[in-house]
């Protein structure tokens, strides 16, 4: 699983991590959905759960990284903030991503680790 | 959801991030394994699915947190990490807590924000 963070909103270590809660736990609820997905859900979880944190320039790129994903049919989910502590209403904060590594890295490969 | 991160280990930020990841997805994974849990997990998720980030001094503090957080039935999910970056094999990195607002106080009110 890949995380982009919205670099752009300037938020601070504890608010990056509970977006990244945010995303890890909504990825993995809309992967119990469909069979195919579940199926992928499980052989992540039990090779380790591997998340990458990654850096996303702003909302426009998480954007487009989730386009670009979803043109290869890889399951995301884009964290919508409540808004109440440090980013506005509807902030788009972070991007989750699913699939096989190589697959991923067609959206994610030339991104820097956080 | 209270999330309870080990600063002794002096993780970055994205790795503090995944760890927070791992420690919100294990435990909603272990809440869907008992009815009244489940019906918390689905409560929270309707309100928000709220998460708090906090600063917990060394593994000995969250093993206390998890204890008093048990005593209290509060369900709870330790993060051992695999070690393959920034922190040795087997380290703690997170406790996650979940419960109503008021009993999880009594275990975490007193830690700082992250």
Redesign the interface.
């Known amino acids: 699983?890949v995380?982009v963070?919205n670099m752009d909103l300037g938020m601070?270590?504890?608010?990056?991590?509970?977006q990244?809660?945010?995303?890890?736990?909504g990825l993995?609820?809309a992967l119990q959905e469909k069979n195919s997905w579940r199926e992928m859900a499980w052989k992540w979880?039990h090779s380790?759960?591997k998340?990458?944190?990654?850096q996303g320039t702003n909302v426009a790129h998480l954007l487009e990284l989730q386009a670009l994903a979803l043109s290869l049919n890889l399951p995301t989910y884009l964290v919508q903030d409540?808004g109440l502590t440090q980013v506005e209403s509807g902030s788009r904060t972070v991007l989750a991503i699913m699939g096989a590594e190589e697959m991923v890295n067609n959206v994610t490969g030339s991104l820097k680790?956080?």
């Open positions: 699983m995380l963070v601070g270590v504890g608010k990056i991590a509970a990244v809660g945010h995303a890890a736990v993995y609820q979880d380790g759960a998340k990458v944190v990654l409540a680790l956080l």
